[in-house]
């Protein structure tokens, strides 16, 4: 089957450390996106890949980071300069260097804070 | 900046009557619109993409209007059914990678 899967389901941060949200896909898409989704607001861009190891900021970038060393994979880290962290966290990808394409999203993390 | 609004926020209705939602955007110069479907703690699942030069785009029971000229996009769904419950997004891609959300409108379907 192709898609996108995420993993962890759930994450638990402690105070100044940083963590890793997975995310990996096996449509052979050359763009991925990481987006923020809190309550009662539209999903944020954080990152966008439109190539490997190419990466844009987003909207929202500050306190994360992304590595885009494989086609397949594009990991975020939420580091601990990120003070709101607690979110519902979703992957996406979609096809080529064209735009206007549907993207397709994972099941999705959610990050929160112990 | 582009900015997408939905409105209402939720939506409750019962099985059978038809669901009308409604999308808005200030910039018009868009060059798709889409609209998704996302279920409780899930990922979001994409329903109809409507091209820029296009006024419509239907799937089975559901049919998406796009005007450019007034900013604004309706999801209609016929027939509701008890499945159908489930928060609802649109987003506007502005041809630069990025798409821009609106807060979607939570529907439930009473049976």
């Known amino acids: 089957d192709g898609g996108i899967t995420q993993s962890p389901k759930y994450l638990f941060r402690k105070e100044g450390q940083n963590v890793t949200l997975s995310c990996e896909q096996n449509?052979?898409?050359?763009?991925m996106y990481w987006y923020r989704q809190d309550p009662g607001q539209g999903l944020r861009l954080i990152y966008y890949s439109q190539i490997v190891n190419d990466f844009q900021k987003g909207d929202i970038a500050e306190g994360y980071s992304v590595s885009r060393e494989k086609k397949e994979s594009f990991p975020l880290t939420v580091t601990s300069a990120q003070k709101n962290p607690t979110a519902f966290y979703l992957c996406a990808s979609s096809r080529g260097h064209h735009t206007g394409k549907t993207q397709y999203f994972g099941p999705g993390t959610r990050l929160l804070v112990l | 900046k582009q900015e997408v609004t939905q409105i209402p926020a939720a939506l409750s209705v019962p099985e059978g009557e038809n669901l009308v939602l409604n999308c808005s955007f200030t910039d018009s110069a868009i060059y798709n619109l889409q609209w998704f479907r996302q279920d409780p703690g899930k990922g979001l699942t994409s329903l109809l993409l409507?091209?820029?030069?296009?006024r419509e785009q239907t799937s089975g029971r559901l049919n998406a209007s796009l005007d450019k000229s007034s900013g604004r996009s309706t999801l209609y769904i016929a027939a509701s059914q008890p499945g159908d419950s489930a928060t609802y997004l649109c987003?506007?891609?502005?041809?630069?990678?990025?798409?821009?959300f609106g807060a979607g409108t939570t529907v439930t379907v009473r049976a």
């Open positions: 449509l052979n898409h050359d763009a």
């Open positions: 987003a506007v891609d502005l041809n630069d990678y990025k798409l821009s």
């Open positions: 409507i091209q820029s030069s296009q």
